[in-house]
């Protein structure tokens, strides 16, 4: 479940907001002041911001600056006009999107999920271009062919990493053992389909109880899939 924090000293556009993102499966946290926001942007691991510009202590611009200088959570300013300036403004403080007042919840809602979307798609993009995956408590690095457990190395040989890494930087994509085979061991390999539930056995026995938010799952009569929480 990701986490919100909508920042706006107007409390009944919070908590509108905070009502049609919930419903959505989202997670909010609420800031009627931009210290208070920048309070719990430092203390709290956040996914997105809706920042409106016009609050207490701090403006929008500002606490926008401030936030960037230790985080790049995607943030949504609220403007209160449409005007041209106050957005390139905005998107020059670090700001990724924008939504000039009045505005219709189903909006708000539809720019968060593309924004959503859009960071996570860049980073998970970006852990392929690494090749380091990172999950709860599970951490895979194809640099240095380690696989950490809960923060400790757990000794895997090369094709059980290749397996699980390929598995996990797609979650929750069924593959077949036939794919896995010609993805994972090469269309050189001529060995046995069984070779693919081999080595899922001895990655589960090293995976057991290490998180409730993802597994190696079985499909049956179709192959296996990394399945991840959402």
Known sequence: MEKILIVDDDKSACEMLSLVLEKEGYRTLQAYSGADALKQCETTPLDLMILDVMIPDKDGWEVCKEVRKFSDIPIIMLTAKDDMLEKILGLELGADDYITKPFDVKEVLARVK??????????????????????????????????????KVQEAPPKELELLFYLASNPNRVFTRDQLLDDVWGFEYYGDSRTIDVHIKRLRSKLEDASERWKLKTVWGVGYKFELEE
Do not use: F, P, S, V
């Not at 798609?121 to 408590?137: C, G, P, S, V």
């Open 114 to 151: 593309a924004l959503l979307r859009r960071t996570k798609n860049l980073k998970n993009t970006a852990e392929q271009d690494k090749k380091i995956i990172e999950y709860d408590n599970l951490i895979i690095d194809m640099n240095r062919y380690e696989m950490r457990l809960a923060g």
